[in-house]
């Protein structure tokens, strides 16, 4: 805390725009410093009343140190960034977290892979506008903002999801980074043309389940049989393949599953084009819109 409070301006003395060094180590030690108008033994006794005035309390090191470190000045900008690494690498148990990384693992809602009306009919270009363009961007949003300045700022989301995943004080942020990583992978799986039930995939599926056919069949059967909202999945689980369900923000990652394709039963991913026929809506995704290249890449 004492790190954080010491970039607000009233730890500043007034008029001054420079942080000196002995700024930084007070604030990295987690102690304020002295106010230069107070003579050194005076404040050495105030903060140890065993010393007399006269004493040295610093060691030779430190006083080597403060000759070195006075020949620096850092401007407020520097003297926060400076403060904020010594934030981060306490909040990741030693692990200094760069800016770089940062910046690289940040969190946003990435572009669609196609324009909005590319999958239409099977899901029109309103759907997507309010359900990739609202309801998917809002949960990035919300994810960003709740990792901002904690141990989980510049981890990438999956890795975010599992780490909260079993944790009920970061229930918000499991529901949020899930729903953001869930959607992603909903929206990657998708062809703009009609997707060909062919390849690699189409061969695993096949043996899996008999046919395409049954595989659809069984996929609408576990998407009806979802109460509420969630999703249906395929997934890999020790090199054989399955269909699970999964309630609401739910993810097979923090099961140890391999997702492999997944049809998004919320209502807000069908209502507008099918209203309340659920299974319509997963009938036609497989059909029309799976990509099977990616669903082979992903095995």
């Not at 001054?16 to 180590?25: D, F």
């Not at 004493?55 to 430190?62: C, G, H, I, P």
């Not at 010594?86 to 910046?103: H, L, R």
């Not at 109460?227 to 309630?247: A, C, D, E, M």
Request: proline share 5%.
């Amino acid at each position: 805390m004492l790190l954080q409070e010491s970039c607000r301006e009233r730890d500043l003395p007034p008029g001054r725009g420079k942080v000196t060094p002995a700024e930084i180590r007070a604030a990295q030690q987690g102690t304020r410093p002295r106010n230069p108008a107070v003579p050194a033994a005076q404040a050495a006794q105030s903060e140890s009343p065993g010393l007399q005035a006269g004493e040295d309390v610093n060691s030779n090191r430190e006083a080597s140190m403060e000759s070195k470190f006075d020949q620096l000045t850092l401007d407020r900008r520097t003297f926060c960034k400076t403060v904020a690494s010594a934030v981060a690498v306490a909040a990741t148990g030693g692990i200094p977290v760069s800016s770089d990384t940062a910046a690289t693992n940040a969190i946003t809602n990435p572009p669609l892979p196609y324009a909005d009306n590319s999958l239409e009919p099977t899901i029109s270009a309103k759907t997507v506008s309010f359900h990739y363009g609202k309801h998917t961007a809002l949960y990035y949003t919300n994810t960003a903002k709740m990792i901002a300045g904690t141990a989980y700022a510049g981890m990438a989301l999956r890795d975010v999801v599992v780490a909260v995943a079993k944790k009920s004080e970061d229930a918000g942020l499991f529901n949020n980074s899930a729903q953001a990583w869930n959607h992603s992978f909903y929206w990657e799986q998708f062809t703009a043309g009609k997707g060909k039930f062919e390849g690699k995939a189409a061969v695993a599926v096949g043996s899996a389940f008999g046919s395409y056919d049954k595989f659809k069949e069984a996929m609408v059967k576990e998407g009806m049989g979802q109460f509420g909202s969630g999703w249906v999945w395929l997934v890999g689980n020790k090199g054989t393949l399955k269909i699970v369900k999964t309630s609401n923000a739910a993810t097979p990652i923090t099961e140890g599953l391999n997702p492999l394709l997944v049809v998004d039963v919320w209502e807000h991913a069908y209502y507008l084009d099918y209203q309340n026929r659920r299974a319509d809506h997963i009938a036609a995704v497989l059909d029309k819109l799976v990509d099977w290249s990616v669903v082979a890449k992903r095995m």
